[in-house]
Every structure is written in C-alpha cells, then in structure tokens.
C-alpha cells in the first residue's frame, strides 16, 4: 500500500511520465458490475500522467474493426459512469480474434495510433487471449511490414506491447485474487432476492430452491449459503454423497420440526454430485415434494446477478485496480511479463498473468477428473475458509433439546453423524458499542458454534450494562434463527464501559452464571471495555477468564484490524444516498452538495464513500486543511462547473475539525460559489446505521465469530484449572483482527500502543496511502499561479 502511494505521487509530481506513450482499454467477455469504474479509473490515472488513452468498444471485435470502435478518451467522456452497472463501452464475443488474420487486423489499428499498452478487463479467456496477442506482436508487425502496411520506423518504434490484465467476473473463479471485479455486486443483488422471497416463504411455510450462477466455480452459491443460513447448498467443489436426497430432506424435516417456517436451498448453475452427474434445481425440487410434500418453489436469478448499480467495495475495487494497471503498464520494458492486478487482503498486487491462468485451469482439470478435495483448495484460501465454515454451521440438532441431553448429536452436509458430549462450560455472548449491521449474524455464528461443541451458550443484554445487572439469558440453537440478515442489535448494545458500570457487579454476574470465557462484539467500546477487564483481573478472580473482541462499527476504527464488522453496509449506504444526490444535482446543474458522515474522528467513511461515489473532496480528522485548502476546492468546483460536468459533492466526517463545521464549509462554497454555482448541505446521520447487513458483513460476521468461538474453546480447555478458570497472561484477552489477509488474535495489552485514546481511533491507518486516488479522479489542476490569481479577486 505504501509503494502504490509513492508510484502515486512520482506519477502526479511529473506530467511527463506518461508523455509519449498510449494507452487503450477495453471489456471483454461476461459484463460485471464494476467494469465502468475501472474503466474511469484507467482513463483517468493515464491522463494524469500524461499518457493518451484510448477507449476500444464491443471489446476485441472492436479492436479488429477498428474504425470508429477505437476513440481517443478525454476526462469527461467518463463522467458520470461510475455507478453505472455492465460496461459502457461494450463487450462481445469475437470470432475473428482467435485467428491469426484476426490478430493481424487488431494489430494494424493498434500501431497506426501508436498503442502498445493494453488494459484488458475481462475473464481468464479475454486475458489469455491478450497474453497471446501480446507474444505474436513482434511476428506480426513483421507481416504488416512485408504487406506495406507500416514501415519499418513503425515496426522499430513499437516493437513491444505490454499487456496488464484486471479481472471482470461475477463467479470470483479467478485464481490469483481475493475477489474478481463484480462479485461482491452479484451477491448483493443475489442477497436482495433472497430476503425478498424469505418473507413469502414464512408466510406459507414453502421451501424454495434458488438457482444462482457459477458455471464452474460455486463462489456464489457458497457465500450466499453463509449469508442466508442456507440449509443446504449445492456446489461443483463440494458434491453431496450418495444418497444425498434422503439426507437432505432429513435435514429440512428436522428443521420443520423445530418450528423453522423457512426451508432455502441453493443450487449453483454447475452442480454436480460426487460422480459427476449434474444436479439441477428442478431435480432438488421434485426430491422435496416427493419426499416431504412441502409446497416448494424454483426461483432461478439468472442475468439479473449480473445487473444494477456496482456496490461500493467493486467501485473501490475497480478504481484501485484501474490505477495500479495504468502504473503497471508505465513501469514495463520489454522484458517485463503481462500480469494481471489482484486483491491480496486490502492491496492491489501485480501477479503473473498467466500463473494466474494456468492454476484456473487446473481447478477445472481437477473438478473434470472428479478431485473435489483438490478443486476447492485450488479455489485459495478464502473459498477453503468459507467452505469449512459452512460445513460447521450446517449442521442441525436431531436431539428434542441442544441442552438437556447427555449427548449432542449432529447431522453433517455429508449426513455423517458427529457425537459432541456435552461439556460443563459456559460461554458468554454479548453486543458493546453502538449498533452495526453484521452483529446479529456474528451472534448467530458464535452461539451456534458454541452449541456444535457442547458448550452452554449465554446471551448478555445491553451489553456491560446488561452484565452488571444480571441480564443474561440462556440460548439455544433456534434463539438466533433467521438472525443473519437482521441490521442492528437483538441482544441490544450500550456504549457503557465496565468501569462506569462497576467492575465487581460484574464479576459478581459472572460468578452467579459460572460464565467461563466471554465473546464480545463491538466497536471502540468493546475494545476499551476489554483493557478494563484485563486491568480488574488482579482484584475480581472472576475476571481472569479468556476475553476476544470481534470488531464491529461502521466507523472501522478500532486498532488491531483493518476492516469491522458492519462498515462495509454503512459504506454502502453512504454510497446510495450520494448517487441520489448527484442524480438531484445532475437535474438541477451547477449544484455543490456538502454530506456530512458518520465515524467520530475516523475518517474512513468519507473516504471510501468518496472514493465509491466520485466525491469532489472529503474531509477528515486524520488529514490536517486549513482555509487555503477550502478555497483550493472551491476554484476547483468553480472551473469544474465551467465545463460539461456541472455538479459536486464534497463530504465531511462528522469530527474532520471542530473550527470548520459542516455548516462553515456549507456557507462558505455557498458565497464563494455564487453566480457559478449554489449549494445544498445534508447531514446523513444514523441512516448510516441501519438497513440489512450487506452480503460482506454477513459472512464475514460469520466467519469472524466463529474462529473467536474456537479461541475461546480452546483457552477454556487450556486454562480449566481446579474447577475454576485461571487466565493471568495477556495471551487470553485478544482483539481478533484482520491484518492485510491474515486473521490474528492480537493482545489488548499489545495494541495500546497503536491507539489515539483521545479520537478513539488507530494511530496508523491502511486506507489513508489510498486518499490520493480520490484526488486524482476528482482532476485536481496543479496550476497553483492560475489558484492563487482566482483566490485573490
């Protein structure tokens, strides 16, 4: 992250950088939501750095025609596109392309206005097809040469073409990146759909089988199982046994029973069982109606995963993405290999192409000659990780009560039968903090893995505040039902610390209860309130038990991890409310709107949603202004509202500078803008807050709470000491965190040294070497004699 910033600066300190060189970009393939913000993000970052860049429409056919298809791009001709789903420039399938005379034409129409740098967007096909391109450019050259279509100055001059690849694709079956452009925005619209036919299905006690793409690759039937508590999926790398059929209605019988109104089968397009045959979401149904007569109904999603507007992670995604490529291709010699932009955790990393390509190709070899094993750890870790969770959450009590018996019996996806003996512990479950969405789904995740295990599960009210007053009550598998896509807090959370609650009522609660290890959910609060704890150890004995933090807040701005629970939905409803208003701003013309965010002084909102929504500027605490840089943004809005862009919209996190309030800032570009523009203010507030859990928050809930579920079996098993538990090292008090891509449980104690306590945020912050991406692709002028004679009259 840190060099991308320092390529960043080099490249916007010198204009030259890219003077000479040409640039041109195209889609290809599957469309995926997303695509538009890379493709602004590539035009914008080259005209930055003084490239000429180039827009290629309906993908290679349009490079073998040529024509009208290839158009020199100017920074308004991508204006306005970032929230636009598909891609604006066209993609299609192209014959011609994969013959030689086909390339041939493409490369003429390339030459002849000096391109030889070449953004690709599009699936593993359309980047190896650029890669081919790429090793047949010098041979072909030659040809043209022999056929006089260019001279040999031409041939001399562009001699090499450098190839950079980003990935477009809704199934995330790319290997070599966390996530693929359009993935996130596929579940989300996959995820609206299921809540949507979740109330209907309640209603009538149906079982519905929902059909969702992935032709090879079940990324998006396996992280909509997650997000939704499926019951059962069906996906190419992990095939039900045979007798699947008898196996899977046991479970949905066994669900019924319970009182569980809702029965969701998911069923990726590719489905197979484990010899291969396929298994369609017709099939699934005719099993559940001859097997359990239970009114059952198909919904198949088809294209319209594929359509809407981008969410804001693609947005982020595809602009970080599109710079990073425009640097890469900038930075290549001749000897440099085509690679493709990735996500590794938060970076944008360069990858070989086509290693990439190649270990794709393996997991449909190893799905081909039936190795599911081998298949879905081919998929990375990531798809591994959300496998194992699922498995582990899948399972569904056949006893009459979780609790009361002797034993635990649970019936696995694969119908294996796993004896849990109940164990004497209890695990506490709490909310600390201001609401955000993901909570309920982390709550559901850690009960019932406590539960699968054995363990006796509490629920804690109202956070410390509800410890201290003994509101805890005990819960089983069917008191987190449906939770998952919940917003807010069913536990209900308080911002109350230990102390002002009292340490010994506390430790008096846990006495009473034999509570044995707690699970916190929280944002700054839980994690504050987790020193506490640790610090009352040495005069409440009680309190020497194991303690993990699973971070959550829309404010992301707890220490110890890059990403909380909850702040990727807040960015989205940041995102949505800022598209409406440009929308308003668009009818109205030569409107400025001022937004202020939620985050107390973290300033991650405003950035990411600045980023996301194409922000004219964001101010934040972490980044010192002052009034020179207001009327820097002001010019800037001034002499934007000249030209064919005649709109604005500029945020600011709530706690940014005390002396420059919303309001200041509001009335200031309201009296400097006069007469060019006019300006409206907008203060987003708790909306930020509330609405369902976005797909990422939910299944990453999901996940996180249950990794902190079996830390907390794990330091109960190990610290059980005499009939009493007996956690003294700092080791048992952890916040559990993401750094970069790496899950970690990270000492409270350790982590004090990387927190403002006065702003309530981290010292250091991955996302602020970012900022200067939402600068570049505002087009900042760099003209500061022009500024300062504008600022003066």
Not at 108 to 133: H, Q, W
């Amino acid at each position: 992250m840190a060099a991308l910033t320092r390529k960043l600066r080099k490249s916007t300190s010198s204009p030259l950088i890219g003077v000479g060189k040409a640039i041109a970009v195209f889609t290809s393939g599957g469309d995926s939501q997303g695509m538009n913000a890379a493709v602004r993000a590539v035009i914008r970052m080259a005209i930055s750095c003084g490239s000429k860049v180039y827009l290629i429409h309906e993908g290679y056919q349009g490079m073998v025609n040529g024509g009208e298809n290839i158009v020199e791009a100017s920074w308004d001709d991508v204006s306005g596109i970032l929230q636009m789903g598909g891609t604006v420039i066209g993609s299609a399938r192209c014959k011609d392309f994969r013959e030689r005379a086909g390339r041939l034409k493409a490369a003429y129409n390339l030459v002849t206005r000096g391109i030889t740098n070449i953004c690709a967007i599009g699936g593993d096909g359309s980047l190896t097809g650029a890669n081919l391109f790429r090793e047949e450019w010098s041979g072909l050259l030659q040809e043209l040469f022999e056929q006089n279509k260019i001279t040999q100055e031409q041939v001399a001059k562009y001699s090499y073409l450098n190839i950079v690849g980003l990935v477009g694709s809704i199934d995330n079956d790319f290997c070599g990146t966390d996530m693929t452009i359009g993935a996130d925005s596929a579940l989300h619209r996959i995820i609206e759909c299921v809540d949507a036919i979740t109330t209907t299905a309640v209603s009538h006690q149906r079982a519905f089988v929902l059909e969702v793409m992935g032709r090879h690759c079940g990324y998006l039937a396996l992280v909509t199982g997650l997000a939704c508590g499926a019951d059962w999926i069906f996906i190419p790398e992990h095939p039900p046994g045979d007798g699947w059929e008898e196996k899977m209605c046991s479970k949905l019988n066994n669900a019924r029973l319970w009182g569980n109104r809702l029965n969701v089968v998911i069923v990726s397009e590719g489905a197979v069982d484990c010899h291969g045959t396929s298994i369609t979401s017709q099939q699934v149904k005719e099993v559940i109606c001859r097997n359990l007569d239970l009114d059952t109904r198909i919904t198949v999603l088809g294209h319209v995963q594929r359509g809407g507007s981008p969410s804001a992670f693609d947005r982020i995604l595809g602009t970080r993405m599109g710079a990073e490529a425009v640097l890469t291709l900038l930075e290549a010699t001749p000897d440099t290999p085509a690679y493709v932009v990735s996500l590794d955790g938060n970076q944008a990393v360069r990858v070989p192409l086509m290693e990439c390509v190649e270990k794709t190709q393996e997991v449909q070899k190893a799905l081909d000659m039936l190795e599911f094993e081998k298949a879905a750890s081919l998929r990375g870790r990531t798809f591994q990780g959300n496998l194992d969770i699922y498995k582990k959450l899948g399972a569904m009590s056949k006893a009459k009560s979780l609790l009361s018996s002797a034993v635990l019996v649970e019936l696995t996806h694969d119908g294996n039968e796993e004896v849990c003996a109940a164990k004497p512990y209890n695990v506490a479950v709490m909310n600390v903090g201001a609401p955000a969405a993901g909570m309920n789904a982390a709550v559901r995740s850690a009960v019932r893995t406590c539960l699968y295990n054995g363990y006796r599960s509490l629920a804690v009210h109202n956070g410390y505040e509800g410890l201290a007053n003994d509101m805890v009550e005990e819960f089983t598998w069917n008191n987190v039902s449906n939770w998952v896509s919940l917003g807010g807090s069913k536990l209900g959370t308080k911002r109350t610390l230990p102390s002002q609650c009292g340490l010994d009522k506390i430790a008096s609660v846990i006495k009473k209860w034999d509570i044995h290890a707690i699970i916190c959910i929280g944002g700054f609060e839980g994690y504050h309130g987790a020193i506490q704890i640790e610090e009352g150890r040495s005069k409440y004995p009680e309190l020497c038990l194991p303690l993990v933090l699973v971070p959550a807040t829309i404010s992301n701005n707890v220490p110890g991890t890059d990403i909380c629970i909850g702040c990727d939905t807040g960015l989205n409803a940041v995102c949505e409310t800022c598209d409406r208003i440009k929308m308003s701003a668009s009818g109205t013309k030569r409107r400025t709107f001022v937004l202020e965010t939620m985050g107390g002084y973290c300033g991650y909102l405003a950035t990411m949603s600045g980023m996301a929504a194409g922000a004219d500027a964001a101010y934040i605490f972490e980044e010192d202004f002052t009034i020179k840089e207001l009327q820097r943004n002001i010019y800037h809005l001034r002499n934007k509202m000249k030209g064919k862009i005649q709109r604005g919209l500029v945020l600011r996190n709530e706690n940014a500078n005390c002396n420059f309030s919303t309001d200041f800032i509001y009335r200031l570009y309201a009296e400097e803008g006069k007469n060019v523009f006019d300006c409206r203010m907008n203060v987003l507030g708790h909306m930020q807050q509330g609405g369902v859990p976005s797909p990422f928050d939910r299944n990453y809930a999901t996940k996180c709470a249950a990794k902190a579920a079996f830390w907390t079996i794990s330091q109960i098993e190990k610290n059980f000491v005499d009939g009493k538990m007996n956690c003294t090292g700092h080791d048992s008090v952890c916040l559990l965190g993401m750094r970069r891509r790496q899950m970690l449980f990270q000492p409270v104690e350790e982590l004090k040294e990387e927190t403002d306590f006065k702003h309530r945020i981290p010292k250091q912050q991955w996302w602020m070497q970012i900022r200067p991406l939402l600068r570049i692709m505002a087009h900042y002028s760099d003209d500061s004699a022009v500024y300062e004679t504008d600022v003066s009259q």
